[in-house]
């Protein structure tokens, strides 16, 4: 069964009321905390330690604490290696834009260049079908001479 009360290692509020750690907040009643959400703040900050001691248990060895500072320092390295990559990366894509940027500018240019090539060849279409027009008539015209 719950407590009235229950004591925990962080700051809880309550509607508007708030309750430092170590102060009693109130369990189970209404306005309390739930069950559940008791388990949670165990599971999460752990049970009441009374205070900012440290909780029992083994001291970590001078073998232990190299071993945590090598590790640090590996993941540390590796950080920022993939700091740099990602800096490498950053500077790739922002020229892969401007590149687009400019392969699209470059892109509409040649198509009003396009367009004013395929106009252009449409006029020296009319104007060969015109010559050849003219052609016909000159044929038609060497055919009465040279038949009389």
């Known amino acids: 069964m719950s407590k009235k009360t229950e004591q925990f290692n962080v700051t809880v509020t309550l509607g508007k009321k708030v309750y430092k750690p170590g102060e009693p907040v109130p369990v189970g009643t209404s306005g309390g905390l739930s069950e559940d959400e008791v388990k949670n703040f165990?599971?999460?900050?752990?049970?009441?330690?009374?205070?900012?001691?440290?909780?029992e248990g083994p001291v970590p060895s001078t073998a232990d604490l190299a071993k945590i500072r090598d590790e640090f320092a590996k993941l540390t390295n590796e950080r920022d290696e993939l700091l740099g990559k990602v800096d490498r990366l950053t500077a790739e894509r922002d020229t892969?834009?401007?590149?687009?940027?400019?392969?699209?500018?470059?892109?509409e240019g040649l198509e009003t260049e396009t367009d004013q090539l395929s106009k252009d060849n449409q006029v020296l279409a009319d104007q060969v079908k015109a010559l050849q027009g003219q052609v016909k008539i000159l044929e038609a015209d060497v055919e009465k001479l040279t038949a009389k």
């Open 42 to 55: 165990r599971a999460n900050f752990g049970d009441y330690t009374g205070g900012p001691e440290v909780p």
């Open 96 to 107: 892969a834009i401007e590149n687009s940027k400019a392969l699209q500018k470059q892109n």
